[in-house]
Each structure stands twice: as structure tokens, then as C-alpha cells.
């Protein structure tokens, strides 16, 4: 069964140090996505990307967060100067399959990898 | 306008009893209800969705229920097992078949199946 792996499974880190996050989606899929949860808490939306762009980003995404695609299969996040408040759980997902006419189709389910949590001290 | 609110925040329920998570949205433009299933150290895992051209989905021990004159919609799990002991998280979105747009997700409920 396809899945998205993300890698690490755990990053500590010192406060103002850069970090980044790696995911590699489901092949096939056009949407990709970061979600962060802090211990215990809901899970938010940080930033969807889609053809290359990002399509949408939330409040929490701010100059400090950055994603790329820097390949075919690979989806970064990076974090340029780590704050004590961005220790969390780092979701990568991704969505909708592409059809051989290159359209995509999809229930609108998202595809979630098992996360990177982020310790920054 | 975006949230998806959620309780109870936790839930306790008795082996073979019936588990009942609710949400409410405000947002009339959503058109995907999904509920997500996480268990600890992984990721969320989709359980069942429900679009809002029905009001009920069933999928084995587990029924959405969705009242859209309201704006609510409900998990539950009849039954209920062991296994089932986790966090459930209901969302939203406005997504389509070809596309998709961010899913906003419920506060969670931390649900635990005493045996």
C-alpha cells in the first residue's frame, strides 16, 4: 500500500537553528501538505502546495517556514531560525492521484506519514 | 468561520457500548466531513467521510451521522473494542474530486475503550 515516509522521526535542536524537515509523498499524488500538532493538541494546518506553489498557508506560516519541492518525489520544510514554541509533531500529506490524462481524482481524503517531531530547546 | 468545534474532549466507554463523538461547523461552504483516527506515535489515518448529500454512512461498526439544517455531525462507534482506544478527529473542507483544499480538523477526542 503506498504511504508517505518522513524523515526524521525525531530532530532536537537549539533555539535559532535552522531545520529541515523531509517527506517524501505518495508518487502519483498533485497535493502536498504540512500540518504540525503540539503535544496533545489539534492538528493545524500550515501549508498546502500544489504544481510547484503553494496553493494556501495559514497564520502559523510565517517568513520563517519555507517548503520545496526539490525533486520528483521529495517535499521539505524548513524552518530558518527555530523558536521554543515550534517544538511539535510535523505532519507531511499529500492527496489526489493523477490520471493518465495528467487531471487528478480523489475522494479528498489525505494521506498522512507518521511525522517528524521537532524538540527545540 | 474555519473552525470545526468537537466534544467531548475525552471519552470513556464500556467494551461492546456505543462511542459518540460530535462536531459542528459553521462554515456552509464545506462539503467534506471527514474523521480521522490517530493512534500515539502515528499519523492520522482516515476512518470514514461523509459528503453532504446524505444524511447517514455506514462502514462496518462505524456511522456518520449528519444533520445539515443544523450544522453537526457525528462518530459513532457501535461495539465499541479495545482496539478502538484513540484519538478521533472530525474536519472539514471544501474540497472536490479533482482537487483539494486544506482540511480543518476538530480539537480531538481522546477516546478509551474500557475491556
Known amino acids: 500500500e503506498p504511504e508517505v515516509t518522513q524523515t526524521p522521526s525525531h530532530q532536537v535542536t537549539q533555539m535559532g537553528q535552522e531545520v529541515i524537515l523531509r517527506c517524501v509523498p505518495i508518487?502519483?499524488?498533485?497535493?502536498f501538505y504540512w500540518y504540525r500538532q503540539i503535544l496533545g493538541q489539534k492538528v493545524e494546518f500550515l501549508v498546502s502546495?500544489?504544481?510547484?506553489?503553494?496553493?494556501?498557508k495559514s497564520e502559523i506560516f510565517d517568513d520563517q517556514f519555507s517548503v520545496e519541492r526539490p525533486d520528483g518525489s521529495n517535499f521539505t520544510l524548513k524552518i530558518r531560525s527555530t523558536k521554543l514554541e515550534d517544538s511539535a509533531m510535523y505532519f507531511c500529506a499529500s492527496s489526489v492521484w493523477i490520471l493518465a490524462s495528467g487531471r487528478g481524482t480523489g475522494t479528498g481524503e489525505l494521506f498522512f506519514g507518521e511525522g517528524s517531531r521537532l524538540t527545540v530547546l | 468561520q474555519q473552525q470545526v468545534k468537537q466534544s467531548p474532549q475525552s471519552l470513556i466507554v464500556q467494551k461492546g457500548g456505543i462511542s459518540i463523538i460530535n462536531c459542528a461547523y459553521e462554515?456552509?461552504?464545506?462539503?467534506?466531513f471527514p474523521w480521522y483516527q490517530q493512534f500515539p506515535g502515528k499519523g492520522p489515518a482516515l476512518l470514514i467521510a461523509i459528503r453532504p448529500d446524505v444524511s447517514e454512512k455506514k462502514e462496518g461498526r462505524f456511522t456518520i451521522s449528519f444533520n445539515k439544517s443544523a450544522k453537526q455531525f457525528s462518530l459513532h462507534i457501535m461495539d465499541s473494542q479495545p482496539g478502538d482506544s484513540a484519538t478521533y478527529f472530525c474536519?472539514?473542507?471544501?474540497?472536490?474530486?479533482?482537487?483539494?483544499?486544506?482540511?480543518?480538523f476538530g480539537s480531538g477526542t481522546r477516546l478509551s475503550i474500557r475491556p
Open positions: 508518487s502519483n499524488h498533485l497535493y
Open positions: 474536519a472539514a473542507s471544501y474540497s472536490g474530486y479533482s482537487s483539494a483544499s486544506k482540511i480543518i
Open positions: 502546495f500544489y504544481n510547484n506553489e503553494i496553493s494556501e
Open positions: 462554515n456552509t461552504a464545506f462539503d467534506y
